[in-house]
């Protein structure tokens, strides 16, 4: 995989890259060296960077600032601040019932998705690590869910929830419960765990082609010795491939745990968070506190607890990806 | 790629290992056949009793329906807009970033990157509330700019982050004989950095445009004019109606997934690649 950024990636630590550690002695590093003396950057880089680091800062980074100012003042629906009310908005968040369910939740979602998700496609991974025909069949199919959009993909799964002429209602009769009629979608205790399999069913391809990638990397050296000392092939999974793909896998969790977690368009698409908020996470509670019921307060504190579970992510994501690529 | 075939392996163990693929691939599949069973649909069928597997004669008409009863082409038309922008945005801000983390020296770099890769998690979901009202206080609410900035600021951390592994891996030597040859930076980046990094931007591109292809928080928050609407709104806007005319709701969603699956169909060694290399979806 010579041409891919991965390996762009892991070369940088050995050329003039992004960490400037190794081959200090060679001849190559010292003529960098001396050219980079000869040569003060500061104001190119500055020039360089100007332009990117004002759109972060002005769209990400102010908005960040702004929310958590918010979430400390009453403001009303048209921005207009009205008097400093310190933690008072968080109080009245953790005292609120649906809040702390919507929270808890939000854990449910992201655990359950995110485990399912792994195994399933770290199975369908060491499938298509085999030879079979048909394979690059299976790959190809494997885009098509991914390169559907969310939005069509939960409108899909909407219409195959309704209750007399969704398919999911189909297969459910003709399996052997023929008069059975169901709202999917009107009980909580229902929808969220269609909501949930959505989710799987969505985020499988894309976990699927990062661990099979993760595979083709692994040195095959090690499967052929492995074969000739006889081992089964389950020992050949748990033995070589399980522990090979460890920093691979820790970056699609932590991906997908990130994603899950962000995750506005199914539940919103499909129930908007009801009935009567009985299927929210923390993703649509936010919103329609903001937007359908214009409780800024509520919102923006909503906003910074989210913030401060994303930052704790961040930082995980930022020390594994500094381990696995920049090292 | 690794060929294990050759390992020694029971007949009921492949067996039960492609018949538990065939399971997981049927079940990915089959909302699939639903969806286009249900587009080839005629209106009158849609709501009868018992409902049908398939429609016993297909409507291909509906197929044409979606570009006169809905205006799929200006929906189209609008996400190209916001995508093709933010991407556009993104790379000509993100280039020249990215060339400067990955060869300039300068305190603060180090910071810069954490910064980046920080960044990268921010869902806009947090940032939703304040963005409105920023973007409503400089009166781009409403327009398809609020989209293009507010995705491009999504989409850089990403592209800066892919652009730096490629210009890094750049020799030095050919930056020190282009510069003693007394080419500019600039020079030195457009003549022996861009050729280098081609696929790295293919692919940062590619994220760009899909993500904001597929983008519906901002959409939904940001435009309520219909005429502006992006394919993901514009589409979710059928189910506002009174009763939802799935047949043609979903002849419009596997138009829309078209694009977006050939260019993934193309693109799928690059894809990949950028997944493992900077994680993004």
């Known amino acids: 995989m010579a041409e891919t950024p991965g390996s762009a990636t892991r070369s940088s630590g050995s050329t003039d890259g992004l960490a400037d550690t190794p081959s200090a002695g060679s001849p190559r590093a010292r003529s960098a060296r001396a050219y980079r003396r000869s040569h003060d950057d500061r104001a190119a880089a500055s020039a360089y960077l100007a332009p990117a680091f ?105 219409w195959m929830a309704h209750p007399d002429f969704g398919a999911i209602g189909r297969v459910v009769n003709a399996i052997g419960f023929p008069a059975l009629r169901v709202e999917w979608l009107g009980n909580p205790a229902l929808a969220f765990p269609l909501m949930i399999w959505v989710g799987i069913w969505a985020s499988i391809p894309f976990t699927t082609l990062v661990l099979a990638a993760g595979i083709q990397s692994i040195d095959t050296d090690l499967y052929e010795a492995a074969t000739l000392d006889g081992a089964s092939q389950w020992r050949l999974f748990r033995d070589i491939t399980l522990p090979q793909l ?27 968070g009801g009935p009567a908020g009985a299927t929210d996470t923390l993703i649509t509670f936010l919103y329609r506190k903001g937007f359908r019921f214009y409780d800024m307060g509520a919102a923006s504190a909503t906003s910074v607890v989210v913030f401060a579970i994303l930052l704790g992510f961040a930082i995980l994501h930022t020390r594994i990806m500094w381990r696995n690529v920049l090292r | 790629m690794i060929d294990v075939t050759y390992l020694r392996e029971g007949l009921p163990t492949r067996l039960m290992r492609f018949g538990l693929l065939a399971l997981i691939l049927v079940l990915l599949l089959f909302p699939f056949i639903e969806m286009l069973s249900t587009a080839l649909k005629p209106r009158s069928t849609l709501y009868a009793w018992p409902p049908a597997w398939f429609p016993a004669v297909p409507a291909w008409g509906n ?30 801000v993100g280039l020249p970033a990215g060339y400067a983390l990955a060869r300039f020296r300068f305190p603060g770099r180090q910071l810069f990157l954490y910064f980046i890769i920080g960044t990268q998690m921010f869902s806009p979901v947090v940032l939703l509330l304040a963005l409105f009202l920023m973007l409503n206080a400089m009166a781009l609410l409403n327009t398809h700019v609020a989209l293009i900035v507010v995705n491009a600021a999504v989409a850089l951390p990403f592209t800066i982050w892919m652009m730096t592994a490629y210009f890094s891996s750049v020799p030095a030597e050919i930056e020190e004989a282009a510069i003693l040859d007394g080419a500019g930076r600039f020079r030195i980046l457009v003549d022996h950095f861009l050729p ?86």
């Open chain 1, 54 to 158: 004002a759109l972060v800062a002005i769209f990400i980074c102010l908005p960040i600032a702004l929310t958590l100012w918010m979430s400390l003042n009453e403001v009303d629906q048209f921005g207009r601040f009205g008097g400093f009310v310190g933690l008072g908005h968080y109080l009245a968040l953790f005292s609120d019932p649906q809040f702390i369910a919507a929270a808890w939740r939000t854990v449910i979602w992201t655990v359950s998705i995110v485990a399912a998700t792994t195994v399933i496609a770290l199975f369908l991974a060491v499938v298509l690590q085999q030879k079979f025909r048909g394979r690059a069949l299976v790959r190809g199919l494997l885009l098509l869910p991914w390169a559907t959009g969310l939005v069509i993909v939960s409108l899909l799964w909407r």
């Open chain 1, 246 to 272: 460890r920093p691979v896998l820790a970056v699609s969790i932590l991906l997908n745990v990130i994603f899950v977690f962000n995750s506005f368009p199914i539940i919103w698409v499909m129930t908007e």
């Open chain 2, 196 to 281: 280098i990094a081609a696929p790295g931007i293919a692919t940062a591109m590619t994220f760009s445009f899909v993500n904001a292809w597929n983008e519906f928080l901002l959409a939904l928050t940001f435009l309520s004019d219909a005429k502006l609407r992006p394919l993901t709104t514009g589409i979710y806007s059928f189910v506002g109606r009174y009763e939802i005319q799935w047949h043609l709701l979903l002849a419009a969603s596997l138009v829309a997934i078209v694009p977006v699956f050939l260019g993934f169909l193309l693109m799928q060694r690059q894809l990949v690649a950028g997944l493992a290399a900077g994680g993004v979806k």
């Open chain 2, 63 to 92: 197929f044409l329906a979606i570009w006169s009863d809905v205006p799929l082409a200006l929906y189209f038309w609008n996400s190209f807009v916001i995508a093709g922008g933010a991407t556009a945005l993104a790379t000509l």
